[in-house]
């Protein structure tokens, strides 16, 4: 399931963002790439760990941890640390898989799905779509800025080269509670049912409670705690 959220940032928070971001340093993308996306990748990422890194950091999480329908469709159980890619003068990312895994030891996370923020106006670049194999053909997405596209971390995908202008974007993965991508879309189904339902009974409605029930419970035997 590949699907594109708007707004996850605000434009204020968009705004926020691409300025503290303006005073980061850059470094090769190349180097937090695997053995083959290595050959691929040409762009660069910025440096997180200082204050103002921090700072980007802790509202792009906030934002991503409070978005519900995130949560409905990933069923996130962790997220990777965060990371901010840009690209220009023909600059993008290769086709590639993302690594199976990312971090070591207790930190160790599975990546079963991918997600992309973008922060630049489509407007401002030529190029740098995103583009997904799906079991439909290749989806090519270049949303508006804010947008986040969450995609499955298996399949083959690509950043198109950026021919003019500057494409930024924030990156990054997330181990869901739920391992199995067919379960993950019944539950999204069954959330997008109850929000529907929401409008038309109350909480406490034999629908309710009983929709309530069936997706706690299929959560207790698709999830891990």
Known sequence: MMITL???LTPNQVQKVTSLVSGLSWRDG??????TAREVKRNEQADLTGATGTAVKKLVQA????????????????FSPLMISRASNGGGYGRHVDNAFMGSGVRRLRTDLSFTIFLSDPSTYDGGELAVDTPSGEHIV????????LYPSTTLHEVRPVTSGERIVC???IESAVRDAAAREILFDLENLRATLA???DAQSPEML????????LLRLWGDA
């Open 171 to 173: 990156v990054g993965w």
């Open 210 to 217: 009983t929709l309530a029930k069936t997706i706690s419970n």
């Open 6 to 8: 708007s707004r996850v």
């Open 199 to 201: 409008q038309q009974h």
């Open 30 to 35: 190349a180097d937090t790439a695997g053995p």
């Open 142 to 149: 270049k949303p508006d800025a804010g947008d986040l596209v």
């Open 63 to 78: 934002a991503l941890e409070r978005h519900p329908v995130l949560r409905a469709a990933a069923q996130p159980r962790r």
